[in-house]
């Protein structure tokens, strides 16, 4: 069993890997209580003023207790995340670690600017962690690219997984989760969607370009469809046969 689970472990693109370790790593240090959790939160006056810059990382670190619903969202990170890594981005993890860069980044502007506006400040105040809404992002983005996958939830009913983040985010709401932090994530990975995908076949333009610096950090190999020799996948031209 341990060795399943050391190869299942292994094989995961480098960027699922990463990111899965460092936030099993951070939630059980926080349990522990080897790592405080105050340590750890966004808090834009502390990044501000006091220079506490890697709270705008190790808040997409932290998935609170160890409870069922840790299980749920370290689920959907190693499920989603290792799905686009390895079929959508396969080949580009340049890209994909842009994307993630993208997420973490829109989440990060939509609650500190929540925060200044009259009425909703008070529950943007209340998200200090994004970790479960960039989770929620790569789901929807991996929904948008796969729409016509069947799937089942809890072998209830089945639907195709264009429906799956409405699903989770039904659920969440089901069992008294804050629906703010799927929404959030519903947010992001559209906004990703709609300039990776959707505006380059409108206009021809992807503003999303990796930054060069990024691709500099990956060294991608090019994806390459071996192919036997000698096997035709269409009939041989007419010359080939009269010369026979």
């Known amino acids: 069993m341990a060795q399943a689970v050391e190869e299942w472990y292994k094989q995961m693109p480098i960027i699922t890997r990463s990111y899965l370790t460092a936030a099993v790593v951070t939630t059980v240090g926080c349990s522990l209580e080897i ?65 993630l860069l993208f997420g973490a980044t829109v989440l990060t502007g939509i609650v500190l600017v929540g925060g200044m506006i009259p009425y909703l400040s008070a529950s943007f105040a209340k998200i200090i962690f994004l970790s479960n809404s960039l989770t929620f992002m790569m789901v929807y983005v991996w929904s948008k690219q796969n729409p016509y996958i069947h799937m089942s939830f809890l072998g209830l009913f089945t639907f195709t997984a264009a429906y799956l983040p409405w699903v989770l985010l039904g659920f969440s709401i089901l069992v008294g989760a804050s629906a703010w932090v799927d929404l959030l994530g519903m947010i992001a990975g559209h906004g990703y969607y709609f300039l990776a995908d959707v505006y380059p076949r409108m206009t021809g333009r992807r503003p999303l370009q990796t930054p060069s610096l990024i691709k500099a950090l990956f060294a991608d190999e090019p994806v390459v469809v071996a192919r036997p020799e000698n096997v035709r996948f269409a009939p041989p031209p007419a010359e080939e046969i009269h010369q026979d």
């Open 35 to 99: 790592i405080s959790p105050y340590n750890l939160y966004l808090n834009p006056t502390l990044v501000v003023k006091q220079y506490q810059f890697w709270r705008l990382i190790t808040n997409f670190l932290y998935f609170r207790k160890m409870d069922l619903d840790f299980m749920f969202h370290m689920f959907f990170l190693a499920r989603y995340c290792k799905l686009l890594e390895e079929n959508s981005f396969r080949g580009r993890t340049a890209d994909f670690f842009y994307m």
